[in-house]
């Protein structure tokens, strides 16, 4: 069983920076593939990025290309996103997930571990 716990959200303004970690349980992180995704009320769940399982290959969306960073640390279990240059179309509900593979995926459907979520508003 793989337990994430995501945290580092908050309130910010436009143009400040936040980072998110998520920490995880269990021995199969580090041969995972990790991602970020967010989600609005209404709307589906959107990709965010992705890292490989030793940190070597990066995706991101399009709407946060350049501005988000995503990294990991297989020794402490942790994957994170530094997010830098805030908009107010960023605020959602941001989850970490582990990847079924150590490939990077896009789709949801390409994870099988979630977290529950932490809250990033920016105001603007």
């Known amino acids: 069983q793989v337990q994430l716990v995501e945290s580092g959200g908050g309130l910010v303004q436009a143009g400040e920076s936040l980072r998110l970690s998520c920490a995880a349980s269990g021995r199969t992180f580090s041969a995972s593939a990790m991602g970020w995704f967010r989600q609005t009320p209404g709307k589906e769940r959107e990709f965010v990025a992705t890292i490989d399982w030793y940190g070597g290959n990066t995706y991101y969306a399009d709407s946060v290309k350049g501005r988000f960073t995503i990294s990991r640390d297989n020794a402490k279990n942790t994957v994170y996103l530094q997010m830098n240059s805030l908009k107010p179309e960023d605020t959602a509900v941001y989850y970490c997930?582990?990847?079924?593979?150590?490939?990077?995926?896009?789709?949801?459907?390409?994870?099988?571990?979630w977290g529950q979520g932490t809250q990033v508003t920016v105001s603007s």
């Open positions: 997930a582990k990847g079924r593979g150590g490939l990077p995926r896009q789709g949801p459907d390409g994870y099988d571990y």
